[in-house]
């Protein structure tokens, strides 16, 4: 019985957590970057697109490890398990491409020439 109540449960916190916002840029990035004019300006946003990347690739890895588990125990979630997977995968795509974005996004600011 108990075990029966713990699945739900389990699932209502999971599906929350996936759902949650996913902001990677908290600050006004238009503002920074149009702020930029100096060499550590540019290093600052680029460490913040690295930052966000890495907080990107954690997210990712969560949902992996989601994914893991509904691959393996999909009978503990009977009709559902189907959509647990596609959702937990779309979300780890999702992550791993803010994750190369903002990689990206990093190195052509690492790149920036100032005159």
């Known amino acids: 019985?108990?075990?029966k109540l713990l699945?739900?449960?389990f699932l209502v916190l999971g599906l929350s957590?996936?759902?949650s916002e996913m902001n990677p840029h908290p600050m006004d990035m238009s503002q920074a970057v149009q702020n930029a004019k100096t060499k550590a300006d540019h290093e600052a946003l680029a460490q913040h697109y690295t930052?966000?990347?890495q907080k990107m690739q954690v997210k990712a890895d969560e949902?992996?490890?989601?994914l893991d588990q509904y691959q393996s125990k999909s009978y503990l979630y009977g009709k559902q398990a189907e959509t647990f997977k596609m959702h937990c995968q779309?979300?780890?795509n999702a992550y791993e491409r803010a994750?190369?974005?903002?990689r990206a996004m990093a190195a052509k600011h690492r790149?920036?020439?100032v005159r």
Do not use: D
């Open 99 to 102: 994750v190369e974005e903002n």
């Open 7 to 9: 699945i739900p449960l």
């Open 63 to 66: 949902h992996k490890r989601l």
């Open 17 to 19: 957590a996936a759902c």
């Open 111 to 113: 790149e920036v020439e």
């Open 51 to 53: 930052e966000a990347a």
């Open 1 to 3: 019985m108990k075990i």
């Open 90 to 92: 779309a979300l780890i």
